[in-house]
């Protein structure tokens, strides 16, 4: 299982940035996929979560309205585009799989928002 997130940096608040994530190694169209973070100090959380198929999501309050979950089966992509960003969303964002009860993660992809 590999995952491979790109789209980081450094933006300010207000801007928009979009994350995307490379699978292979399983049958990424048959399971869940998620974008977590980390910020300094603090533990990981689940910051939004797709369906296999991709017509259903989640996400956590903080983010509601302002990022979209989205994949890609034929390739292989799941995304998270984040609109109208805030420093509270400065973090490190993992993407996530969890196949046979067992988490894989992605070295994950730097967010910094500050003016």
């Known amino acids: 299982v590999q995952l491979v997130e790109s789209g980081g940096g450094l933006v300010q608040p207000g801007e928009s940035l979009r994350l995307s994530c490379a699978a292979s190694g399983f049958p990424f169209s048959g399971y869940r996929m998620s974008w977590y973070r980390q910020a300094p100090g603090k533990e990981r959380e689940l910051v939004a979560s797709?369906?296999?198929?991709?017509?259903?999501?989640t996400s956590t309050n903080s983010v509601k309205g302002r990022f979209t979950i989205s994949r890609n089966n034929a390739q292989n992509t799941v995304s998270l585009q984040m609109n109208s960003l805030k420093p509270e969303d400065t973090a490190v964002y993992y993407c996530?799989?969890?196949?046979?009860?067992?988490?894989?993660w992605g070295q994950g992809t730097q967010v910094t928002v500050s003016l």
């Open positions: 996530n799989a969890r196949i046979s009860y067992k988490d894989y």
């Open positions: 797709i369906n296999s198929v991709g017509d259903y999501t």
